[in-house]
């Protein structure tokens, strides 16, 4: 449980620190954040391709040879040419803001029906409408703006996220764990408490 509860708060620091710099800083987080993703594939690339060599003659290593060449393409892709993937990622987050935006509907839908007069249904049923609302935000602010505000929106998100991590990894009461039982959908996973 020690270890479960170390991860969540190193996760949700991480959410908090990516989420703050999106928001103050969106386009160079971003380039950083794709540089990273850039150098993380071709690193990945290298080992697989490593690896190929290692097992070429003992089976039928085709498929790692492939796997490598394609995380080696992606990298160099993402590295030399961030800014054609920056714009990538904007045009392409408007429909994935649109099927998070969807995801969270349904949430907040399947929170409602079932409701359930515990203390933990009111803070799922809380977290259900900051992200729905958050939702409803993004969609306003897509219809006349550029994808720096989108970046901005997800750095919200991504705030939000992490500080409803820490509060949950922090407080884990009886009634989160009673609706976890229940089967209602929240956004973290309590163990049971020792």
Do not use: C, Q
Not at 6 to 22: F, P, R
Not at 138 to 166: C, K, P, T
């Amino acid at each position: 449980m020690k270890s479960n509860k170390i991860t969540n708060i190193i996760v949700a620091i991480i959410l908090l620190v990516a989420g703050a710099l999106l928001l103050i800083f969106p386009e160079d987080t971003l380039r950083w954040i794709i540089l990273i993703v850039g150098v993380i594939l071709i690193l990945t690339g290298l080992f697989k391709l490593k690896d190929y060599f290692d097992i070429r003659k003992k089976i039928e290593a085709t498929p790692i040879l492939l796997s490598s060449i394609l995380l080696l393409l992606l990298g160099v892709i993402f590295v030399v040419f961030t800014g054609f993937v920056m714009s990538f990622i904007l045009t392409f987050g408007i429909i994935l803001s649109i099927m998070v935006g969807i995801s969270i509907l349904f949430k907040f839908v399947v929170t409602i029906m079932n409701y359930s007069p515990t203390k933990l249904w009111k803070i799922s049923m809380l977290s259900s409408t900051i992200f729905l609302i958050l939702a409803i935000v993004m969609f306003i602010m897509l219809i006349n703006s550029n994808g720096v505000d989108l970046i901005r929106i997800i750095g919200i998100y991504f705030i939000i996220e992490g500080i409803l991590a820490l509060v949950e990894t922090f407080y884990p009461s009886e009634t989160i764990i009673e609706i976890k039982r229940e089967g209602i959908i929240i956004e973290a996973d309590i163990d049971d408490e020792e």
